[in-house]
């Protein structure tokens, strides 16, 4: 999805500063007052920066943790000319998609206007390579040079040309495209009608907030739009025969499924009764592993950042999925991980709560789990210097919702447990603990 930061309307453009020095700080005023123009977020190496300074008495939003910028999507970033980590972060911004600019040229130029924004085509390596140099501390020449030797020698922000010759017979229900290939997937679902007889069938693809129908084929039908909601809701499996009027001993069915990034639904409508509707059951496993595969050998190198991703609690299944991206990552290159597991006091209503606003708390990066009312698993990326910073926004997030609820004092702390994977020796123990605390529901 190409970025535009074009600004249209009233909506201001939303702005992030960076690495602010006394030659910069004057500026702050200025760039709060500027017309068009919110600043979401002020960045700095310290508290005591003279940028992080000011932004404080300006009521601004401050952080240190610069695994933040992947919090929110900006429109543009002010980094300093003069700060001594301005390709670290150019990196980190570049694998996100954000333009940066000197914070006078955008004064003086009046915004992003005109520029040409990162290509959207960067491969996904790039991101793991900037999110490394960001958190990890490795050098990002480096890094791009191990993970992808190939485009230091070639433009790295260069599209790559899709093939538009490839064509594609489905010579059985296994064999299905990839999620893009829209056409073949057509050509897929209507072979896959042929051979049970359905009369409609759709494909529908997205993530826990957003499923879009991409295929379908035949006429309307209503009782599979119905059974195709019920799936997204339960996920579970939705199969139906009529017993009477025309349509007795015809099937309907709508079988859910999941990859490491997707979530998605087959359906088929008005199958005849002799038919072996667990075809469709098979076509939906075998779609699942390729298109799983697929989605993890795109998301390994750059996990924890994944496209399109969503701060939400994740369900077990899900939660597995980030344990073992987060193992295969730290195999491939050694960026650290850390399990956090937080034990809440009994107050269920608290830790409701709590769960309600914790998401809007935490990084993109970061992977949020409740397997027990009183128990919350975050898994994290980078080292592990960072996480006292997180701990204290959870921490304050915890204390505030007590006192709203008019909870009696004292307000009782909350217990953290840590697992952690710092070398390769680790993975498989890492792995095994995080299971057992997913399985440990108790109170």
Request: overall charge negative; hydrophobic content about 45%.
């Amino acid at each position: 999805m190409a970025i535009d930061t074009t600004i249209t309307g009233t909506i201001p453009q939303r702005i992030v500063l960076v690495d602010f020095d006394w030659e910069d700080a004057d500026l702050v005023p200025r760039l709060v007052r500027h017309p068009g123009s919110s600043v979401r977020l002020v960045a700095g190496t310290r508290a005591d920066d003279p940028g992080m300074r000011l932004a404080e008495l300006c009521g601004l939003p401050r952080t240190t943790d610069l695994a933040d910028l992947t919090r929110e999507i900006f429109d543009v970033a002010l980094v300093s000319e003069r700060s001594p980590r301005r390709p670290q972060i150019e990196g980190l911004l570049l694998a996100l998609g954000t333009p940066t600019l000197d914070p006078r040229a955008f004064l003086e130029g009046g915004g992003v206007s005109g520029m040409i924004p990162p290509a959207p085509h960067a491969p996904l390596a790039l991101h793991a390579a900037a999110f490394e140099d960001a958190i990890g501390g490795e050098n990002f020449d480096a890094i791009v040079e191990q993970a992808l030797p190939d485009l230091l020698d070639a433009d790295p922000l260069r599209p790559h040309a899709r093939n538009s010759s490839r064509r594609m017979h489905v010579e059985s229900l296994e064999d299905f495209p990839s999620a893009e290939d829209r056409g073949l997937l057509e050509s897929a679902l209507r072979e896959a009608m042929l051979a049970t007889g359905a009369g409609r069938a759709e494909l529908h693809v997205g993530t826990v907030g957003h499923m879009e129908m991409v295929v379908q084929v035949g006429p309307d039908d209503a009782l599979l739009k119905g059974l195709v909601a019920l799936a997204i809701e339960l996920g579970t499996p939705q199969v139906v025969t009529s017993v009477t009027g025309s349509e007795e001993g015809r099937v309907w069915g709508a079988w859910p499924f999941r990859t490491a990034q997707r979530r998605g639904v087959v359906a088929a409508a008005a199958m005849p009764p002799q038919t072996d509707w667990s075809a469709w059951q098979r076509t939906v496993e075998d779609l699942r592993t390729s298109w799983d595969k697929e989605d993890r050998a795109m998301a390994g190198p750059a996990f924890p950042m994944l496209p399109d991703a969503e701060m939400s609690w994740l369900e077990r299944d899900e939660f597995v999925v980030r344990l073992e991206l987060a193992v295969d990552r730290h195999r491939r290159d050694g960026l650290r991980f850390a399990l956090h597991r937080l034990r809440f006091p009994m107050s269920t209503v608290a830790v409701d709560q709590l769960a309600s606003e914790l998401p809007a708390q935490l990084r993109d990066t970061d992977c949020i789990c409740r397997p027990s009312s009183q128990r919350i698993l975050l898994l994290t990326g980078g080292s592990k210097d960072q996480f006292p910073f997180l701990r204290r926004r959870i921490l304050a997030l915890w204390q505030r919702v007590w006192l709203e609820l008019g909870l009696e004092r004292p307000i009782p702390g909350i217990s953290d447990e840590r697992i952690e994977m710092l070398s390769a020796d680790h993975a498989a123990g890492f792995l095994a603990g995080a299971l057992a605390w997913l399985d440990d529901t108790g109170a």
